[in-house]
């Protein structure tokens, strides 16, 4: 009979092949450690090493609305949507049009109806609603609270809401680069093209859009663009007038025989999340005709 050799190890009697499996299992153990080991102060040193030339984010020392806006005058812009009830379209105009140009001309209310808008092509029955308040913040409140003793105001909104499927509003201040809305003749149609833009990328927009308005002067077509401050944030609306659907379409194509713009439009689309554009018809007593 073979004589078999054995040795003891943790009190279990091994033969030398199993020990010899043992040991390269203890090996191997011993070459992992040591590899992950180096690795994690590899890993440590290079990040250590990194964090020394990691530019430094410079803080901002101002809001961007301060940046952005107009600084010599003090406007706030209140935008108003407004989803009727099918039914109600007509009778909502109607009433819209005997109290919206009363308040617009009350030296007692510090505010101006800028334009007043059915929805053409976009979301069906809507109406557009831009007001300017001249003093801010402070003249949007002293409105808010005279509107509330003001009967025939208050009976309008009691008689409006009956109309209505739903509402919202914003808040905005007007690009400091963007001429401020004027009344202007009719007839014309008029674009409002909202942009949903990604956080953070508001002042990079605002430099490209100061070079852009130049672009889009020559034809008088632009009439406004905001930014918001209140309501959905990092939306800007532009606001354009043409005299008809094909005007928009040459006056649009013309742009891109213009040096500077191809550019402008490459490297403002992906700052964008969400896009939209409204095709609306003024109000009989909208100042922008």
């Not at 002042?203 to 672009?215: D, F, K, P, S, T």
């Not at 490459?266 to 939209?276: A, D, F, G, R």
């Amino acid at each position: 009979m073979k004589q078999l050799c054995s040795v003891v190890v943790h009190k279990q009697v091994c033969r030398p092949s199993e020990l010899w499996l043992l040991y390269l299992a203890n090996l191997k153990l011993d070459q992992m450690y040591i590899w992950f080991h180096s690795r994690s102060l590899s890993a440590y040193q290079d990040s250590w090493f990194k964090s020394l030339f990691v530019r430094k984010v410079d803080p901002r020392k101002d809001a961007h609305s301060h940046l952005l806006a107009k600084k010599e005058d003090n406007n706030l812009y209140k935008i108003q949507f407004h989803n009727v009830k099918p039914e109600c379209l007509d009778a909502y105009n109607e009433l819209c049009e005997d109290v919206l140009p009363s308040i617009h001309a009350d030296p007692e209310y510090p505010c101006e109806l800028v334009g007043t808008w059915n929805t053409w092509y976009g979301e069906q029955d809507q109406a557009v609603h831009l007001w300017r308040y001249r003093g801010g913040y402070p003249a949007l409140t002293e409105v808010m609270n005279k509107l509330r003793q003001n009967k025939k105001f208050m009976d309008y909104r009691n008689e409006r809401g009956k109309m209505l499927l739903s509402r919202r509003n914003q808040l905005l201040l007007e690009f400091s680069f963007w001429n401020e809305p004027v009344p202007r003749p009719g007839p014309n149609i008029y674009e409002l093209r909202s942009y949903q833009l990604r956080p953070g990328t508001m002042i990079e927009w605002g430099n490209y859009w100061a070079r852009a308005i130049e672009i889009r002067q020559q034809n008088q077509e632009a009439v406004g663009g905001f930014f918001s401050q209140i309501g959905s944030l990092y939306t800007v609306h532009h606001l354009w007038a043409y005299k008809d659907l094909q005007s928009r379409e040459n006056t649009r194509n013309a742009a891109w025989q213009r040096d500077g713009w191809d550019e402008i439009v490459y490297y403002t689309v992906p700052l964008i999340q969400h896009m939209e554009s409204r095709i609306m018809i003024p109000m009989k007593t909208s100042p922008l005709k």
